[in-house]
């Protein structure tokens, strides 16, 4: 089967998707917080230039998702797997998937031995996906976002 998607580097060619993707999905169930703003509107600073990837989905040349390898400042933590979002047009199409498993290859190839994840119990199909990729939940660590109920890992040395 021929994937129509292609995964790409985040260049800033993709700065305006990166956020519209993630806005769109984070305002439609949730409110922006401050943590979102800084992230979103400065992926460079915030994300690229401290050791993070930006890994964008296109379809036809048009980006259709992205997800963020972030360093992670919590103990044990390499990298969180942060900002993924998917247009609607895309969804349940396995963009989430490729995208997830493209940053897991990515934080393998960086030297990673375990990824964070926070999310929201209220979006079933993105935690769905965090369970296929290998994700489990753990205790609570004191989030930034207000909307995290639910924080997963995923230990690549078992792989």
């Known amino acids: 089967m021929n994937k129509p998607f292609t995964i790409v580097p985040y260049s800033e060619a993709f700065k305006d998707a990166f956020r519209t993707l993630n806005e769109e999905w ?34 036809d040349g048009n980006p259709v998702g992205v997800c963020a390898l972030i360093p992670c400042q919590y103990d044990g933590f390499d990298f969180e797997l942060s900002k993924m979002g998917v247009s609607p047009k895309a969804q349940g199409k396995g963009v989430g998937k490729l995208l997830g498993q493209h940053i897991i290859d990515r934080a393998k190839q960086l030297g990673a031995k375990k990824i964070f994840l926070e999310s929201n119990r209220k979006l079933a199909p993105a935690l769905s996906l965090y369970n296929k990729l290998g994700f489990k939940e753990i205790t609570k660590i004191a ?13 690549l040395t078992d792989f």
């Open 26 to 59: 984070i305002t439609k169930y949730f409110k922006m917080e401050e943590m979102d703003r800084i992230t979103l509107h400065h992926p460079k600073e915030y994300i690229l230039d401290k050791g993070g990837y930006i890994a964008v989905a296109l379809l």
């Open 143 to 155: 989030s930034p976002y207000a909307r995290s109920d639910i924080q997963m890992e995923l230990t």
